[in-house]
């Protein structure tokens, strides 16, 4: 069942341009209402249990690498359709190949330092939430 929530996390890279402002003025304005937030920085190893369905993947290890080098401002949003509406806000995973408007169009890098991070399931962004907030930081 779908629960209206979605996790998602401002990068380092957009954290570190000074993006942090402008991308949650977009997340709200979309609809999104903040439910959690915090900013922290991820140690390389909680960097790679996050992204743990990756490990087999090439870009593993520098994703990881990235995903620690900065604080972050991870977020958990409810909306409507949260999972889907999130990922169409924030655009294709290579900005190159993202929609204009979308977050990784106006504020993406590369295809690595992405902007911002958005579940791709209602179970992942339960299981995502979870590893950065406990029930009771949730609104
Ligand atoms: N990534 C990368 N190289 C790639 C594909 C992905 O560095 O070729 C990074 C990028 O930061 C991406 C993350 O790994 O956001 C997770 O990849 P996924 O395919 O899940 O993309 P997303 O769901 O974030 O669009
Ligand atoms: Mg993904």
Same mark, same amino acid.
């Given at each position: 069942?779908? +629960?209206?929530?979605?996790?998602?996390?401002? %990068?380092?890279?957009?954290? $570190?341009?000074?993006?942090?402002?402008? !991308?949650?003025?977009?997340?709200?304005? $979309?609809?999104?209402?903040? #439910?959690?937030?915090?900013? +922290?920085?991820? +140690?390389?190893? !909680?960097?790679?249990? /996050?992204?743990?369905?990756? %490990?087999?993947?090439? /870009?593993? $290890?520098?994703?990881?690498?990235?995903?620690?080098?900065?604080?972050?401002?991870?977020? @958990?949003?409810?909306? &409507?359709?949260?999972?889907?509406?999130?990922? %169409?806000? !924030?655009?294709?995973?290579?900005?190159?190949? $993202?929609?204009?408007?979308? #977050?990784?169009?106006?504020?993406?890098?590369? !295809?690595?330092?992405?902007? @911002?991070?958005?579940?791709?399931?209602? &179970?992942?962004?339960?299981?995502?939430?979870?590893? /950065?907030?406990?029930?009771?930081?949730?609104?």
């Amino acid at each position: 069942m779908a +629960t209206n929530r979605t996790y998602t996390m401002i %990068k380092p890279d957009a954290v $570190a341009a000074g993006n942090t402002g402008a !991308i949650i003025k977009m997340i709200e304005e $979309a609809g999104f209402r903040i #439910v959690a937030m915090k900013m +922290t920085q991820m +140690t390389p190893d !909680i960097a790679g249990k /996050f992204y743990e369905v990756h %490990k087999e993947r090439p /870009f593993y $290890a520098d994703l990881c690498s990235y995903m620690s080098s900065g604080p972050i401002v991870p977020m @958990i949003l409810e909306k &409507e359709n949260a999972v889907e509406d999130f990922r %169409k806000l !924030i655009g294709a995973t290579n900005p190159a190949d $993202a929609a204009p408007g979308t #977050v990784r169009k106006l504020f993406a890098k590369s !295809i690595e330092a992405n902007a @911002i991070h958005g579940s791709d399931s209602d &179970e992942n962004a339960a299981i995502e939430g979870a590893f /950065f907030f406990s029930s009771v930081e949730q609104n």
